[in-house]
């Protein structure tokens, strides 16, 4: 089993920055893709941010230029750096990890963290 946690989220001005930080733990081989989703209420979950395992990194439009991410494959680990926050960036924001189990990739999510950016 897998687990993934995230923490760093909260309530913040707008333009102001968070750091959102995700831990995989369990029984993991290697991870593929890590990345960062978000849902708004009243909107589908949609990709935030993903990077490889070997850093090729992905974002949606919407946050290019503002957010960050990055892993630490020896720790399991993916942050979330977001800058110049704005209103349309609150939602709950998802850690997700593409998991090597024996010969399939597995998918994982975690619970979700509140981030806030009030105008």
């Known amino acids: 089993q897998v687990r993934l946690v995230e923490s760093g989220g909260g309530l913040v001005q707008a333009g102001g920055s968070l750091r959102l930080s995700c831990v995989a733990s369990g029984n993991i081989f290697s991870i593929n893709t890590m990345g960062w989703h978000r849902q708004a209420p009243g909107k589908q979950r949609e990709l935030v941010a993903s990077?490889?395992?070997?850093?090729?990194?992905n974002y949606a439009d919407s946050v290019k230029g503002r957010f960050t991410i990055s892993r630490s494959n020896a720790e399991n680990t993916v942050d979330l750096q977001m800058n110049s926050l704005e209103p349309e960036d609150t939602a709950v924001y998802y850690c997700?990890?593409?998991?090597?189990?024996?010969?399939?990739?597995?998918?994982?999510w975690g619970r979700g963290t509140q981030v806030t950016v009030s105008s």
């Open positions: 990077i490889s395992n070997d850093g090729r990194t």
């Open positions: 997700n990890a593409v998991v090597v189990i024996i010969k399939s990739l597995v998918d994982y």
